[in-house]
């Protein structure tokens, strides 16, 4: 399966295919308003990485928001996302490049495993930062809940862990990929 997979120019492809597919959701995660809202209906309170935003008191449908960034917490979870994300479009941008090449160079897809668990972890730093320090610092009306834009940094997060498991393991198959040993039946 995987001499077939790797062997195919156009399958060679589907690694960072799923590398860009990540890099698509976190850009949605990192500009997406909801990361919180408040459960109740019209929403009350509803927070981005950046930013909380309230809806005024007087109950018009003006928003009232306030900087997480002025949080050292806030920074922390900002910072740490992004890092991650930064690595992320690198590790892509490598891939790219070696599966582009005639010969895969294996030593090359290793590196760029180990950046991708580089990535897997500054990505759960901070969206398990961000939840727990914002629930501390922050009161929200009502219940809270995670939003969309949450979701799609852990949908980021989930295909870097598989991508990074595979392009680790991928090396193991060399031999099989590239031909160099005999068929059995």
Sequence with gaps: MVTCTLACWRCRWLLPLLLGIAIIAGLIALSGKGWLESESQPYQHQASLWESCKLSAGGGSQWVCESLMDYS???AAAATYLIGFLILIGCFVLAVIVFSIDVLNFNFVRGIGVLLFIVVFFQ????????VMFTEDIKMDG???FSWAYGFGWGSTIIAIGCAFFFCCLPNWEDEVLG?????L
């Design 73 to 75: 917490w806030g920074k």
């Design 180 to 184: 160099n040993i005999k068929p059995t």
């Design 124 to 131: 759960i730093t901070s969206l398990i930062i961000y939840p």
């Design 143 to 145: 219940a809270n809940m």
